[in-house]
């Protein structure tokens, strides 16, 4: 069973392809988040692993995961991964967290 982050503090991640370089650096942090599609962009997965490519789509981020999502955020060369509440959209890892 996959323990989630629940509560107020749950939270999910979605990744701007417009400014997505490709380097995969998100897939080496947290592969079970994040991959890259044929087309060379990395997408959102799913919690049963299905790839999500509608735009902006969201995917919760699994608390023993949160570290790994935060450093993909952080180092992620397009700046284009953003983490926000679940309850408010605010976003708290990315390049619109304040
Ligand atoms: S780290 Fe950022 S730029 Fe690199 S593949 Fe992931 S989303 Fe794209």
């Known amino acids: 069973m996959t323990v989630r982050n629940e509560g107020l503090d749950e939270l999910e991640v979605w990744i701007?392809?417009?400014l997505c370089t490709g380097d995969g650096i998100c897939v080496q942090y947290a592969p079970?988040?994040?991959?890259?599609?044929?087309d060379g962009l990395a997408?959102?997965?799913?919690?049963?692993?299905?790839?999500l490519q509608d735009k902006g789509a969201?995917?919760?981020?699994?608390?023993?995961?949160?570290?790994?999502?935060?450093?993909s955020a952080k180092e992620?060369?397009?700046?284009?991964?953003h983490v926000r509440r679940v309850a408010d959209k605010v976003e708290v890892y990315g390049p619109d967290a304040e």
Do not use: H, W
């Not at 997408?43 to 790839?51: G, H, I, Q």
């Not at 969201?58 to 450093?71: E, G, I, K, Q």
């Not at 992620?76 to 991964?81: A, E, L, W």
């Open 16 to 18: 701007d392809q417009d």
């Open 58 to 71: 969201t995917t919760p981020v699994p608390l023993p995961l949160l570290s790994d999502v935060r450093d």
């Open 76 to 81: 992620c060369p397009g700046d284009c991964i």
């Open 43 to 51: 997408y959102v997965k799913s919690a049963d692993d299905e790839l």
């Open 32 to 38: 079970e988040v994040f991959e890259l599609d044929i």
